[in-house]
C-alpha cells in the first residue's frame, strides 16, 4: 500500500513538473513574440517619420518662400496682387496705363496718389476755384497763409482685411493659397512609392511690427503600400522677419502728408528714418512720379524690402490775384506790372514740378477796347491752374 502511494505521489510531481514547464515555455514564446513584435513597430514608426519629415519641410519651405515673394510682389505694385497673379485685385488692361497704373520695370504700379476730384466746399477740384478760391488765403480779405487742404486722394490699400477690401494681408493670403499647388508639388516623393493625397490649404497671415507670421493648414494623408502605414500631417507654419507693418505705416503717413500739405516735399532727405529712405524717380511716366520706400532692415532674399508706388500728376495751385478788375485810361500802354497791379506771380506744386507762368493773350501796346478779359496760367507743363483779370478802359 505504501508503494503504491509512493508512486502516484511520484507521478504527481513527474506531471507537476511537466506543467510547469509547459507553462514557463509558454510564456517565453509569448514574451519574445510580444518583444519582437514591439521592436517592429518601433522600427516602422521610425521609417514612417523618416518618410515623412522630408515631405514637412519640403511643404514648410514652399509655405515660406510663397509668403516671401508675395510681399515682394505687392511691395513692386503698389500694394496689390493682381488675380491671374493669385492676388485679389481685378488685372488692369493695358489701356489702364495712366490711370489706374503706371509702368515701372515691367510691373503694373498701382497709383496711391490720386488727383482731387469731386471737392467738398469749400475746397474744388477744378480751376480757377482750384484748390479753393482765395489759396493760399483764408479769405480774399485774409492775409493768413494755409497749406493744408484737400490735393488729392489715398488709394493706398488697408493693411488688415478688418479694415476693407484688397488688404495686404488677405492679399498675401490668397497668393500663397493660388500657388501652393504649383509649389508644392509632391511628385518626387510618389515616385519614390508613397500614395500622397494634399487637400486646398487655408491660410492665416499675421502682419505684426517686426515680422510676418504664416499658418497654413494643408491636410496631407501618406500611405507607404509595401508597410500599409498611414501617416498625417495637417498645419504648417514659417515667418517673414520683415517689418512690413512698419515700411506699410511709414509709406502711408508720407502719403497722407502729400495729399493733405501742398508744399510737402515727399522727396525730402529728412524724411527718411529708422532705416527707411525714400527716393523719387521724378516725371517716369510722361508727368507721373514713381516713389520707392527702401527699408534697409528687412531683407528679402538678400536684398532690402521696397514698396513702390506711383503718383499721378496734379494741377499746380495759383495764389490768389486779389485786384480781379483794373482800370485803365484809353489808349494806356499796358505793361505785365500794370496788369497786376505789381502783384508778383506765385503757385505751389504738389507734385514738386516747375511751373511757368503766362498771360493771355499777349498784352496789346494799348488798350482800344471797351474792356478785355486777361488768362494768367501757371502751369508744370501738363496741368494748369488759371485765374482772369478784366480791364477796363475808362
Known amino acids: 500500500m505504501r ?83 493669385g492676388g485679389t485685385l481685378v488685372d488692369y488692361q493695358d489701356t489702364d496705363e495712366g490711370i489706374f497704373f503706371a509702368n515701372h520695370n515691367n510691373f503694373k504700379v498701382a497709383y496711391n496718389i490720386l488727383p482731387p476730384k469731386f471737392a467738398v466746399a469749400p475746397y474744388a477740384s477744378d480751376a480757377p476755384d482750384y484748390p479753393w478760391a482765395a489759396f493760399p488765403y483764408r479769405t480774399a480779405a485774409s492775409n493768413a497763409e494755409i497749406f493744408d487742404g484737400f490735393f488729392g486722394i489715398s488709394n493706398m490699400p488697408p493693411l488688415n482685411s478688418s479694415e476693407g477690401p484688397n488688404s495686404i494681408q488677405v492679399q498675401i493670403e490668397s497668393f500663397i493659397d493660388k500657388n501652393m499647388e504649383s509649389c508644392a508639388n509632391l511628385e518626387p516623393f510618389e515616385k519614390q512609392g508613397l500614395e500622397i493625397e494634399v487637400q486646398p490649404s487655408k491660410t492665416e497671415v499675421t502682419i505684426g511690427s517686426g515680422d510676418v507670421s504664416i499658418r497654413t493648414k494643408m491636410p496631407i494623408t501618406i500611405r507607404n503600400p509595401a508597410t500599409n502605414e498611414l501617416a498625417e500631417m495637417n498645419e504648417f507654419s514659417a515667418n517673414a522677419g520683415v517689418r512690413l507693418r512698419d515700411l506699410y505705416f511709414f509709406s502711408k503717413e508720407l502719403i497722407e502728408n502729400d495729399i493733405k500739405n501742398i508744399k510737402f516735399d515727399i522727396s525730402d532727405a529728412k524724411n ?123
Open 3 to 85: 508503494l503504491k502511494l509512493k508512486s502516484q505521489v511520484t507521478m504527481l510531481l513527474i506531471v507537476g513538473l511537466v506543467i510547469f514547464i509547459a507553462i514557463s515555455l509558454a510564456l517565453y514564446l509569448s514574451k519574445s513574440a510580444v518583444r519582437k513584435q514591439s521592436q517592429q513597430n518601433i522600427k516602422r514608426t521610425q521609417d514612417a517619420a523618416a518618410e515623412v519629415q522630408p515631405i514637412k519641410e519640403f511643404a514648410a519651405k514652399c509655405i515660406d518662400k510663397l509668403a516671401k515673394d508675395a510681399i515682394i510682389l505687392l511691395g513692386r505694385q503698389g500694394g496689390y496682387i493682381y488675380a491671374s497673379q
Open 272 to 394: 527718411s528714418k529708422d532705416f527707411f529712405e525714400v527716393k523719387t524717380r521724378k516725371n517716369e511716366i510722361s508727368n507721373d512720379d514713381i516713389i520707392i520706400v527702401e527699408d534697409a532692415k528687412s531683407l528679402v532674399y538678400g536684398k532690402p524690402l521696397e514698396y513702390i508706388f506711383a503718383r499721378r500728376n496734379r494741377m499746380p495751385a495759383l495764389y490768389y490775384i486779389r485786384k480781379g478788375t483794373l482800370e485803365f485810361p484809353h489808349n494806356f500802354e499796358i505793361k505785365q506790372d500794370d496788369l497786376l497791379d505789381n502783384y508778383r506771380l506765385k503757385a505751389e506744386d504738389p507734385d514738386e514740378d516747375n511751373i511757368t507762368f503766362t498771360i493771355t493773350p499777349s498784352l496789346p501796346k494799348k488798350l482800344e477796347i471797351p474792356q478785355i478779359n486777361f488768362r494768367v496760367e501757371a502751369s508744370d507743363g501738363s496741368l494748369s491752374d488759371y485765374q482772369t483779370v478784366t480791364v477796363n478802359r475808362i
